[in-house]
């Protein structure tokens, strides 16, 4: 009885430690596929999810022969996973500018190697040969060169750990040193939770039940060091915040990894009673499903401040005045969804049928924010009105007062301190004179001051908005410098912030020089000319500049090329005939409209998409060579070409 318990628990533990691993794989591809950490940490991640996916297979299997293809399946990962150390552990030196070609080269032959090692386990019985069946515990027996293959197994385990903590030694600042301690207490998770132990013993050596408590507590402190695995190699490469890191991997795991171990640990307990509660077992198993997705999200979001609180305790003050501004700023829509309600309110109180509020923009000047009625009256209403003029009436007196005019009543919305003209509110008259009631006149003052209240706080927040955009740049250097891991031997902090590919106004940039793609002030004094590609191209321009510019320009423009024969009228040939027209051959927009068989404001809009295409191929060129430049750097230490 207790067998049948702990073997339920290892079903449970190992289902939940394969979804687990999926999980991650699933969230560092979608997150952080950049990253090169974040890759190898994936492949990690996959071998895991192979070997654990067919250990969840064989708790079901009842036979020898229905449990080797799953065995073989194991294969998979356990042949690979070796290689998969290599990698993680190559990219994360390369990561910290300590590159080498061998250790590049071994990972290529491991990953071969695997492939070997994965034909030798399905195809012959050198490597593993016929199964031993034990509920919970099924394995191949080993073969004559398993010894070989554990050998390699962990000599590369032990090397990845060695240059885990030769990368730790690297490190400058405390928090990429803690982080690499995290990574470097977990780094062996994947290897044991993969290794096939039982391949050593042929048979089990220990009694079923202490196999299966071992089983069960290995799997426990496994699916622990991956998550704390992940949690370190997530921030490699991150431009986020660190909050936000941890809050989306953080959210992530519960939201995902977790929720589907609950939902796996109800469809264990439920009974296998053909009828429960008098329905059909499949019927109360879906429905107690369904309700447990629901509630957990629920659950998910109540605790969530007190979860916040938890992952943050130094910001908690900062991040709840976050939320809180999430919750209560006002957008476009927001903004004409409370006027449209104020104004509807209006016309019911006065029994009219049309309104309209107009939002006066200092930039924008009138612009119609919401209306209620039929078009047609608003139009004739506000044809020849001169807001303007409406205003110098209301100038200078602080009382909410009606202005007749055009069979309409309007009044002057402004701010709280009186001096400065909001919007324009215009009602349908109901009369010649305005008669409102003072019960009337009440609730019309309300809801105007309402209104004064909803454009004013938008009008606070566009002005916010303007500062923001402006800073912006600013806080995405300040990102980068943020999380740039300090190691030896990395280059100044100062080269993360001085490119012209992370500020704002690249694509504008790009414009410009492609506008004087042939000479003149825009390319010749471009910012461009300090990026990188251009001065390594500045000794095959004999020194020029801006020929140097054009050729990466001229690149870039031919990057967009597709394959095959050119022809002007395909959707795919589109941005580069647009690239090559408009600023190589420099031909005027009608004539190149005419061959594209656009129309001009199409072909305006294409132009745009054209050059952000331009543009970003010029920020990959640009990441990819200050990449390899600092991979191909010199170091005077033998130890770096390890």
Not at 44 to 62: E, H, I, P, Q, R
Not at 264 to 290: C, F, K, N, Y
Not at 309 to 328: G, H, Q
Not at 381 to 403: E, M
Request: aromatic share 10%; hydrophobic share 50%; proline share 5%.
């Amino acid at each position: 009885m207790i067998i049948d318990f702990f073997i339920q628990l290892n079903q449970i533990i190992s289902s939940a430690v394969v979804i687990l691993a999926f999980s991650l794989f699933v969230y560092m591809v979608v997150n952080n596929l950049r990253s090169p950490v974040s890759r190898g940490f994936a492949a990690l991640l996959a071998c895991m999810s192979f070997t654990y996916a067919g250990d969840v297979a064989l708790f079901k299997v009842n036979s020898l022969e229905a449990a080797v293809p799953w065995l073989q399946f194991q294969w998979i990962g356990i042949a690979f996973l070796p290689a998969a150390y290599l990698h993680f552990a190559d990219a994360l030196l390369r990561t910290m500018n300590a590159p080498s070609t061998r250790r590049r080269v071994a990972v290529v032959i491991a990953y071969i190697f695997g492939l070997l090692l994965l034909l030798l386990a399905l195809r012959t019985e050198y490597l593993v040969r016929g199964p031993f069946y034990s509920p919970g515990i099924t394995q191949f027996r080993a073969g004559p060169f398993f010894w070989v293959f554990t050998i390699y197994f962990y000599t590369t385990l032990v090397w990845g750990a060695y240059k885990i903590f030769w990368a730790r030694a690297r490190c400058l600042t405390s928090g990429a040193r803690r982080r690499m301690t995290y990574l470097a207490v977990s780094f062996i998770a994947p290897a044991l939770g993969v290794y096939p132990y039982m391949l050593i013993a042929s048979t089990p050596a220990l009694p079923t039940l202490s196999l299966l408590v071992i089983l069960f507590l290995g799997n426990v402190g496994i699916g622990t060091m991956i998550v704390v695995m992940a949690y370190s190699v997530a921030f490699f490469g991150a431009l986020p915040p660190d909050r936000v890191v941890k809050h989306n991997l953080v959210h992530f795991l519960l939201r995902g990894p977790l929720l589907a171990t609950v939902v796996i640990l109800l469809i264990q307990a439920m009974p296998p009673h053909e009828r429960i509660l008098g329905l059909p077992r499949d019927m109360v198993l879906s429905t107690s499903i369904v309700a447990t997705i629901v509630l957990w999200q629920i659950l998910v979001n109540i605790t969530k401040p007190a979860i916040d609180s938890l992952i943050f305790p130094r910001d908690r003050t900062e991040i709840a005045w976050i939320s809180e501004l999430d919750r209560r700023l006002l957008t476009t829509t927001d903004l004409q969804q409370a006027l449209e309600n104020i104004l509807t309110a209006l016309c019911e109180l006065l029994r009219v049928e049309t309104g309209f509020i107009y939002n006066l923009t200092a930039r924008q000047g009138p612009r119609l924010e919401t209306r209620v009625g039929k078009p047609e009256a608003v139009e004739q209403a506000t044809a020849g009105l001169d807001v303007a003029d409406l205003i110098a009436q209301k100038n200078g007196d602080d009382d909410y007062r009606f202005i007749i005019q055009n069979k309409f009543w309007f009044i002057i919305l402004k701010n709280k301190k009186r001096d400065r003209s909001l919007g324009l509110l215009g009602l349908e008259a109901r009369a010649d004179t305005v008669d409102l009631t003072p019960a009337e006149e009440e609730q019309v003052l309300f809801l105007i001051q309402q209104a004064e209240l909803a454009l004013e706080d938008r009008r606070l927040q566009q002005d916010v908005f303007e500062a923001l955009k402006s800073i912006i740049p600013e806080i995405d250097r300040i990102q980068r410098l943020r999380s740039a891991v300090r190691y030896a031997g990395s280059p100044s902090l100062l080269s993360l912030t001085e490119s012209p590919v992370h500020h704002q106004d690249f694509p504008q940039m790009v414009r410009d020089a492609l506008t004087h793609y042939w000479g003149g002030p825009k390319l010749s004094s471009s910012p461009l000319l300090g990026l990188k590609v251009v001065q390594d191209a500045l000794q095959e321009h004999d020194g020029n500049a801006v020929r140097a510019l054009r050729a990466v320009l001229a690149q870039a423009i031919e990057m967009q090329k597709p394959h095959g024969e050119r022809r002007m009228t395909a959707a795919e040939w589109l941005i580069y005939n647009i690239l090559d027209l408009k600023f190589v051959q420099g031909m005027r927009v009608r004539d190149i409209a005419q061959r594209l068989a656009l129309s001009e404001s199409d072909l305006y809009r294409k132009q745009r998409q054209a050059i952000e295409e331009v543009a970003r191929t010029l920020r990959e060129m640009e990441t990819r060579e200050s990449t390899t430049a600092s991979n191909g750097a010199e170091h005077p230490l033998p130890s770096h070409r390890q």
